[in-house]
């Protein structure tokens, strides 16, 4: 019997294939082509990168319906709601209208194994179409060569960065992963690269394909000044963006993002007050995301080495005479001595939490690690909330917490601190 709510549906999908991850596009090949494709008219920009695909969708998504762009758009995963993943004009699909695209993945389906990420990228696609946006965003969950969202082919693929991640599906070096990055890559079709130091391996796969490639600090170029920055590029610029919740790297994102757009349509940063408005309204939660206080928390999802290291920069740039404590918890897939390697020298005690996830690493894993890692003073705790209220506890005026890791971490972190207020929902998977 099938399932009839979201709930139920959700939890149907976890127990559908036999792996949380599978690779490769031949089992989605044929289901996805009995069902309604996208229409014509929409214009697809495709997200790749280690970190900063989500900030850089955000963007794309602000600033596409600031300048009156019926925009869909999909990402994973999710802090709170399922619903989160999949939004139309910003604004997340309800409950009903996932279901029936459930349905209509399981009629297409006909007895193909799909993954949980699966299933729902075709069920996205399947309500993109009935929608017929000008403009489709897709985030990449893991890789893109081989990952689902590729079924569909880009007219501007994003390359945000290339750090290691994933080694076990994608490569253990740079080149090898943006190899499997340049996977999004269309022939003749634009691509748009945030790293500065971009792995031979893309830009040869690029020129194979005779893709114009649009590379940060050689196409494009920021100007970062005390209270704005600036975008110059070939493709379209703009002076004098505020900087909101944009911080340290990911200001690079949001120039991938606005550079993305340009090349969509050469007139999409024409209205310069629109694109500010929309930069300057944006947020971001979970992403270098402070909320002051007489201790301050810095909230991100830092989950690699890469990420890891640019959180450890915005702390370096937000000094702190008190002390620092970290709220934690990875899953048990990623590197976590590697990710407190890059904090260990400015974080002064350790709350640890487990994530009771098929991938997640317990407390008592955690705790190994971060002290392998040269952590200190660290405590385990049975859940995030519990961590939460205990390095709050331990903190007063002038200290701050720092809650980074896995998106099962700071979802219910953002939830602790009511800064952001989820309706309820499955917490969901992590390919990315």
Request: aromatic content about 6%; glycine content about 10%.
């Amino acid at each position: 019997m099938r399932p009839r709510d979201l709930e139920s549906w959700l939890r149907w999908q976890e127990s559908l294939h036999p792996r949380d991850i599978e690779l490769g596009l031949e089992r989605l090949r044929p289901v996805y082509s009995r069902l309604p494709g996208l229409a014509v008219t929409s214009r697809v920009i495709s997200v790749a990168g280690t970190n900063g695909k989500g900030t850089c969708v955000a963007v794309i998504e602000a600033v596409a319906i600031a300048s009156g762009l019926r925009v869909a758009t999909y990402t994973s995963p999710h802090l709170y709601r399922y619903n989160e993943r999949i939004r139309i004009d910003g604004q997340p699909v309800d409950d009903d209208r996932l279901v029936g695209a459930f349905e209509a993945v399981e009629r297409a389906r006909r007895g193909t194994p799909l993954t949980y990420f699966e299933f729902g990228t075709l069920a996205a696609l399947e309500i993109f179409a009935a929608e017929s946006p000008d403009l489709v965003v897709l985030e990449v969950g893991m890789g893109g060569r081989l990952d689902a969202v590729n079924i569909v082919d880009a007219d501007v693929a994003v390359i945000t960065s290339i750090g290691l991640d994933h080694q076990a599906w994608l490569g253990f070096d740079r080149e090898s992963i943006a190899n499997e990055k340049a996977g999004i890559l269309r022939s003749k079709r634009a691509v748009v690269i945030g790293d500065p130091d971009p792995p031979e391996t893309l830009l040869s796969r690029a020129g194979a394909l005779g893709a114009p490639v649009y590379s940060y600090q050689e196409q494009w170029w920021i100007e970062p000044h005390a209270d704005v920055w600036h975008l110059s590029g070939v493709v379209g610029g703009i002076d004098s963006l505020p900087y909101g919740s944009l911080r340290g790297v990911l200001i690079r994102n949001a120039g991938c993002a606005l550079q993305a757009l340009a090349l969509i349509d050469s007139d999409m940063l024409a209205s310069e007050a629109g694109v500010r408005r929309a930069i300057h309204q944006l947020e971001l939660p979970g992403r270098m995301q402070i909320v002051p206080g007489d201790v301050e928390w810095i909230v991100d999802l830092a989950h690699n080495p890469e990420g890891a290291g640019a959180l450890a920069a915005i702390l370096a740039s937000r000094t702190s005479a008190g002390t620092s404590r970290a709220v934690f918890g990875m899953l048990a897939d990623k590197d976590i001595g590697g990710v407190v390697k890059e904090l260990a020298s400015v974080v002064d005690e350790w709350f640890l939490s487990g994530i009771q996830d098929g991938r997640g690493a317990s407390v008592d894993e955690v705790a190994a690690q971060v002290a392998a890692a040269g952590g200190r003073r660290i405590e385990a705790c049975d859940t995030v909330e519990q961590a939460c209220r205990r390095a709050a506890s331990a903190s007063t005026v002038g200290d701050r917490v720092i809650a980074f890791g896995s998106f099962h971490i700071v979802g219910p972190a953002l939830e602790w601190l009511a800064v952001y207020s989820p309706a309820s929902g499955r917490g969901g998977d992590q390919p990315g």
